[in-house]
């Protein structure tokens, strides 16, 4: 197995066509040889480096990984890790990515080996809260419970996440993941709620803009990968107002504001505007956090999980240091819109998010755009 092996590395680079190791690799799986899938794996990373940018080694490795962690058994899950965990393989990224693969395909019980035998902490974190989305109840899961509950990683920015679901947070989508590929949805259309017209005469508050740098890098916490790996572009404004906002003025206020996104809306483009429940917010923030925009693959479950939160908590105006308990709280006495216009700003492609969310004192307005494209 070895020659077979080393042959198949070193003449990687030749070749046109990798759907030959591909099917060598899978019959040797079916065969109930998962470990010669690691152990090419580990050969082909031992020799260009997980950083290797040879697009042969980067289908090849990618398959090799879907293959063991996508195909259902103890066996399967044990070989993923150690492809994922050995020296020549691991690190931060690819434990995103490899903890989402597995949570969406293995048994809770399966992957209590990740936390029981040789594991990155970043891997065992990110299963972890892959595992809360899909519903497992960690701390009744053997094997998972003790390392999950343990204060030791309490440091880990992952930690700050509770161990179950809340009722915002209970509709996410997650991806559906394969040997060949991946699909998820994109809840970046219009909303179920009500729509709102705009009210040519009605009468709003002056406002005055409180934007801060730290406020609006956290409200862009969910779609800071569109600007950063893809072609987006974020708005992240808020603002005061110097009498309470009646939510009905929303719209109207909105064009008031000076948005970029905003700019030209109106008889020759449209305002659409719909209130949201919070649940529908906390949505569309985790799908670009967790997905991505057009040409990236997002952060994956876990930490599309805390960019959500963190993008709903300075939204809602939750004060710094508070618990997730305590922003949902905030999030709730929010009275929450969607919006959108077809200017010129938004790309009205697949990839087109408008949010908007009014504080309980009705005298501050924070509003999130973003948009991106391929």
């Known amino acids: 197995m070895a020659d077979q092996i080393q042959k198949m590395v070193t003449g990687l680079p030749d070749l046109a066509d990798v759907t030959g190791v591909w099917a060598v690799a899978d019959g040797r799986a079916a065969q109930g040889d998962a470990a010669f899938a690691a152990d090419l794996g580990i050969a082909l990373a031992r020799t260009y480096g ?14 090799l990984l879907r293959l063991l962690a996508t195909t259902a058994g103890p066996e399967n899950v044990t070989q993923a890790l150690r492809l994922i965990s050995s020296g020549e393989v691991n690190n931060r990224k690819l434990d995103r990515y490899a903890a989402s693969l597995l949570a969406s395909s293995h048994k809770a019980t399966d992957l209590a080996a990740a936390f029981t ?24 899961t053997p094997g998972i419970a003790g390392w999950a509950t343990s204060p030791h990683w309490s440091h880990h920015p992952l930690g700050w996440l509770p161990l179950t679901l809340s009722d915002v947070e209970g509709n996410a989508d997650l991806p559906s993941y394969s040997i060949r590929g991946s699909s998820h949805s994109m809840p970046y259309g219009p909303s179920e709620s009500r729509e709102l017209a705009v009210i040519a005469d009605a009468r709003v508050p002056s406002a005055k803009e409180t934007t801060t740098q730290a406020a609006a890098s956290a409200i862009g916490r969910a779609v800071a990968n569109w600007a950063e790996e893809s072609n987006g572009r974020i708005e992240a404004r808020v603002f005061g107002l110097a009498e309470p906002l009646d939510a009905e003025s929303v719209p109207t206020a909105l064009l008031t504001l000076g948005l970029e996104c905003l700019r030209g809306a109106g008889r020759k483009a449209p305002l659409s505007v719909a209130v949201r429940p919070p649940a529908q917010a906390w949505r569309v923030l985790f799908a670009a956090a967790s997905t991505g925009g057009a040409y990236n693959s997002g952060s994956y479950g876990a930490y599309g999980r805390l960019a959500a939160w963190q993008s709903l908590a300075a939204l809602a105006g939750s ?23 077809d200017t010129k700003w938004f790309e009205q492609e697949a990839w087109d998010i408008g949010l908007a969310a009014l504080s309980s004192g009705r005298r501050r307005l924070a509003v999130l755009a973003a948009t991106d494209t391929d």
Not at 119 to 140: N, T
């Open 50 to 63: 997980t950083g290797g940018q040879m697009w042969q080694y980067r289908s090849v490795f990618d398959h």
């Open 319 to 341: 004060p710094e240091g508070s618990t997730v308990a305590e922003v949902e709280a905030h999030v709730r006495d929010c009275v929450w819109h969607g919006y959108g216009a």
């Open 117 to 140: 035998g040789r594991a990155s902490e970043e891997l065992r974190a990110c299963l972890v809260h892959e595992l809360v989305l899909r519903g497992v109840f960690v701390e009744d």
